[in-house]
């Protein structure tokens, strides 16, 4: 399924917006939206939230063989799937030229930067080793999946720790959290994206672009980099010519934002070490008395309950007293209806006389009729008693041995006669 394509009002309306120093949701120029990192239940999952757009990274662990090129070192790999949950646009099964593009940056800001020490994770020189993978999975798209993904990826694997193993000659056994207590991962540095979305050929720059201003930008430049300056790597995308000045801005903006969201990684990480050492609840048990467990997210609303009963006691003496309800009387008069209960409807009283008397004439020709027929006369077959006229159709099959011409229409004008 493909997503809505923006209307060309819409995009007058952004470009316009960004040439004046506007942004849709407030944000000034270099701002960055509102960032919440939370916890799993097991460790190794992490809920990020920028803004509206909303991943989760969860980081698993297997014993494999390693590479024939490196015996010594483990491996890592890393996996995002676009679910249709998130957007639209994105279909299952299907790699879209968006999920090569996140899969590839994300590799080389955190493996090709060598922040994880893979020598730590050989077990046995060629033998075994173990595989760390991170799966991101999108949940909600809002724009800028790629900054949401990379600090969703490097919390998880900083939360995340395996299990510990012992070596008896050729035997590797594997100790649960209860036999041994688990062992982090040794993490030298922490690469963060930040990206940048060029319009109207580099003229104008915006940090942290929404789904709408991705719609309507020229390029993107995505810089991986740590809280120590050092540049991972380096991506542009979108056909643009960037100057050098304008690169060197972009690493000087991008260094101070990293800064700060280091420091709010680290900060979440201490307190969900606090909250699992005092043995408080985490992740998922957290949010069932809350009655959270089956949305990720509920925003709270406030309500003030301070002199409640008050409030309504006065609301219900300054209100009007209410009328008296009095019995529907009965009315009797013709054309006049009453409905309710236990009452007489008196609607159709008219209508009632005049079929009592169109009933008597229909009697009184019967009885015009019986005679007729005892005395040998021309019968009356079909006598329709319309609203517009009255037709009356004679017998054809009357003998006209028994009854001439004459006798037929003295007859039909009885009948006539005793209708009027």
Not at 14 to 36: F, H, M, N, P, V
Not at 50 to 76: D, F, Y
Not at 222 to 247: F, P, T
Request: glycine letters at 6%; proline letters at 5%; aromatic letters at 4%.
């Amino acid at each position: 399924m493909k997503d809505t394509p923006l209307s060309n009002c819409e995009r007058d309306f952004l470009l316009k917006a960004i040439e004046e120093k506007k942004r849709l949701d407030g944000r000034q120029t270099y701002d960055y939206r509102s960032i919440k990192i939370s916890f799993g239940s097991n460790h190794g999952c992490c809920f990020v939230d920028l803004g509206k757009t909303r991943v989760m990274a969860q980081v698993s662990c297997e014993l494999v063989v390693p590479k024939e090129n490196r015996p010594n070192e483990g491996i890592m790999f890393f996996n995002i799937e676009l679910s249709p949950m998130a957007s639209p646009a994105f279909e299952v099964g299907r790699q879209s030229d968006l999920l090569v593009k996140l899969n590839r940056q994300l590799e080389r800001c955190l493996r090709n930067s060598k922040c994880i020490d893979t020598e730590s994770l050989c077990v046995v020189s060629g033998e075994k080793v173990w595989q760390i993978r991170v799966d991101v999975h999108t949940l909600n798209h809002d724009g800028n999946l790629m900054d949401a993904a990379s600090i969703a990826a490097i919390t998880a694997l900083c939360h995340f720790k395996r299990p510990d193993i012992g070596i008896q000659g050729d035997e590797v056994t594997v100790y649960g959290p209860e036999e041994r207590d688990p062992i982090p991962l040794s993490i030298y540095h922490m690469p963060i994206c930040v990206s940048f979305s060029f319009f109207q050929q580099g003229t104008y720059l915006l940090v942290d672009p929404c789904e709408r201003e991705e719609r309507v930008m020229d390029g993107l430049l995505m810089i991986a980099m740590n809280k120590h300056r050092e540049i991972c790597s380096v991506q542009s995308s979108g056909g643009i010519m960037l100057l050098k000045e304008q690169v060197l801005r972009c690493s000087k903006i991008a260094s101070v934002k990293v800064s700060e969201i280091t420091e709010l990684i680290i900060k979440a990480l201490e307190n969900d070490k606090k909250a699992r050492k005092e043995g408080g609840r985490c992740g998922f048990a957290e949010s069932m008395p809350r009655e959270r467990i089956t949305a990720l997210k509920v925003d709270e609303t406030p309500m003030e309950m301070e002199e409640v009963t008050e409030r309504a006691n006065d609301i219900v003496q300054r209100a009007e007293a209410p009328p008296e309800t009095v019995p529907s009387p009965v009315l009797p008069a013709p054309g006049m209806g009453q409905v309710g209960q236990v009452l007489k409807n008196n609607w159709g009283l008219e209508e009632d006389e005049e079929d009592e008397e169109e009933q008597e004439e229909e009697v009184t020709i019967e009885e015009d009729q019986h005679e007729r027929e005892d005395t040998g006369r021309a019968d009356v077959v079909v006598i329709s008693d319309s609203e517009e006229e009255e037709v009356i159709i004679l017998n054809p099959e009357t003998s006209t041995k028994n009854a001439g011409p004459t006798s037929c229409h003295q007859g039909a004008a009885k009948t006539k006669k005793k209708m009027k």
